[in-house]
């Protein structure tokens, strides 16, 4: 499962009613809900979007239960209130696997959630041995578990909280350089465990961590898959969104808690995704 909807659908004159500017709110703690854009740009390129990111509270993974689920809920009400979205997208899995029932049950809009892709990996492993890289918040969850026990039961899954992964993304979009040996070490965490020499499969439990595909499928090696749910995510939005009125009246934009040069450090990264403006929140 990689995404989670909190609506069964708008009848034709609900959707009337949406606004054609009334953007799409995609909410992650940094960077790495980009690579949910990514995918929804690929189905919906006249979406209207706002690109919220909570840099001042990154990393999510390393705070507790409580605070990701406060902070979370919160900002997410003061955006919903400020920029009406017809939709918010979590694109952040430790926030998801957290806060997403507590924001459920305090916005009035569709949510989407996003949680480890592992009932793909379970469908595409060979050998029946999974890695889950996520950040030490997400790989700990309760509804981790569930996931495992529900479509990955029969295999083994070795789960790496590699919070250093998040940093090494982040850097990457700013143009610098992949810290090399965060990477390896990530890698060598998984394969050092029980049964991890036969890793034939990596869910990417953390949307900052596709940004570095390439450079964790190196350190792996030959024969190893990985998965993700960016395109889960954005088939999910436009499912729930379909048959909208939907017109950009604004260039998109992109919005950072924090300083306001955390645009101007990761300018030419955003504007690659659509993202032409910025400030703060």
Known sequence: MSSENASAGQTAAEKARIAPYAPILLFDSGAGGLTVLEEVRKLQPQMPVIYAADTAGLPYGEKTEAQVAARVAGLLGRMTERFHPRLVCIACNTASTIALGMVREVLEVPIVGTVPAIKPAAAMTRT????????????????VDRLEREFASDKILLRHGAPDLVEAAEAKLRGEKA?????AEAARALRSRPHGDRIDTVVLACTHFPLLEAELAEAFGPGVQFVHGAAGIARQIARLTDGQPCARQAPDRALFTGSGETWDAYRDALRRYGLTEGGTF
């Open 128 to 143: 029946g041995v999974i890695g889950l890289l996520g950040t030490e918040a997400t790989i700990r969850q309760a509804y």
């Open 179 to 183: 810290d090399p040996a965060v990477i």
